[in-house]
């Protein structure tokens, strides 16, 4: 992307003008005017038709964020829900696939998110047990460890493609490989993935991807996309129902045949018109390009952090993401994260909670994250680093 293009980027986004730099995007990125002025516009609607009454043009906003969704991920519409969070939607999607007995294994990654993991215990008082895949040399999970484990106990393979307490990119594609060729169910947490790389679900042969809307996509925070493979459909189960995603039929209450059975009646137009048009703004910028922008923002950021004394960079894997897990002598991840906010710079921090095997296994305590979005210019990265240079001992 050209600086001209950038500079575009940012002069349709309210919070470019704001003064704040802003490396957060990995936890909540800025929204474009065009994504507000799309929620606005639904919420007017609704308070001055009524907001039943609006629902007819809101439904119609949200099956062209479907299709967005689908065009961006290479994947059928009718195979793309919309929840509330990450979180709910890979709950929805797990919860589904039980019920889990004694015996029954789940195999996942060092780098599983915190939250994935919190739902996983739900199987293990049930008497399944959590098997950790081992990394290979770089820290990545190892595909052919994987396939070592296999037996006919493990009901499911669970990835977090690119971790959220730092740059590693897990390799989803080898790992679907396996997980198919193996008849095994694969889901993939993307929620720092959508939006930053190229995703492909049929390359990636998972059975259940999902992502949220406020990180990469840069749209509003309440959205996230849920996709389920169709023909892996009918093995989910989901406890939730209601007359959308089970409507009455002449022989009773019947599960919707596509992946709004994990959707609800009760959803914010608003919310989802705005994750529209982020998707909209994403396919016609190109998720080429913007990997190619973070490529080679983040490798600028890491090469200038390297050569600042006092600093260790703790991302793993041979090649890395736009997230950049980084510590500063002595300060913890989460102090300094509030520090560079007061010098008006955004950044993230993690803590063991969020990937608890990983941080633990390489004793980690807490760790500061700098995550890069096309948005970041020259001069972010330059009052970030002085910003660095001033906080250090």
């Not at 991920?73 to 979180?87: E, H, K, R, W």
């Not at 015996?103 to 215990?121: K, Y």
């Not at 008082?125 to 396939?147: F, H, K, N, S, Y």
């Not at 008006?344 to 807490?366: C, E, F, K, V």
């Amino acid at each position: 992307m050209s600086p001209f293009e950038v500079q575009h980027l940012r002069d349709a986004t309210p919070g470019c003008q704001s003064g704040i730099v802003h490396f957060n995007h990995a936890g909540a990125s800025l929204p474009s005017q065009a994504t507000l002025d799309a929620i606005i516009d639904q919420l007017q609607r609704e308070a001055r038709d009524g907001p039943m009454e609006a629902s007819e043009h809101g439904a119609v906003l949200v099956e062209k964020a479907r299709r967005a969704a689908g065009q961006l991920l290479n994947a059928p519409a009718s195979s793309i829900a919309f929840t509330s969070s990450g979180s709910t939607a890979w709950n929805l999607a797990f919860q589904a696939l039980g019920p889990w007995k004694p015996g029954d294994r789940i195999l996942v990654g060092r780098q599983e998110w915190g939250g994935n993991l919190a739902s996983m215990a739900l199987a293990e008082q049930a008497g399944a047990r959590v098997d950790v895949i081992p990394c290979d040399e770089t820290g990545a999970v190892c595909p052919a460890a994987l396939e070592s484990m296999l037996d006919a106990n493990v009901k499911l393979i669970g990835l977090t493609w690119l971790p959220a307490n730092g740059g590693l990119i897990n390799p989803a594609q080898a790992i679907g490989v396996v997980a198919r060729r193996h008849a095994i169910p694969y889901f993939i947490d993307a929620g720092q993935a959508v939006g930053q790389v190229p995703v492909d679900v049929q390359a990636l042969q998972c059975d259940v991807l999902k992502s949220a809307g406020r990180k990469h996509l840069r749209g509003p925070r309440g959205t996230a996309l849920l996709y389920v493979r169709p023909a892996f459909l009918q093995h989910l189960n989901p406890a939730q129902r209601d007359v959308l995603s089970a409507p009455w039929t002449s022989e009773g209450f019947d599960l919707r045949d596509d992946s709004r059975r994990f959707e609800t009646s009760e959803a914010s137009l608003a919310l989802l018109a705005g994750l529209g048009n982020a998707l909209q703004e994403m396919n016609r910028l190109g998720i080429g390009r913007v990997w190619e922008r973070v490529a080679q923002t983040s490798a600028r950021i890491r090469a200038a952090l390297r050569q600042m004394p006092g600093v260790s960079l703790h991302d793993l894997g041979s090649a890395q993401s736009g997230l950049i897990a980084f510590n500063l002598a002595g300060w913890d991840g989460f102090e300094l994260k509030r520090r560079l906010g007061l010098k008006h710079i955004n950044i993230g921090a993690n803590g063991i909670a969020y990937t608890p095997l990983d941080m633990q296994a390489r004793g980690l305590a807490s760790i500061a994250r700098i995550s890069v979005s096309p948005l970041n210019n020259d001069r972010d990265i330059e009052l970030l680093m002085a910003a660095l240079e001033a906080l250090r001992d």
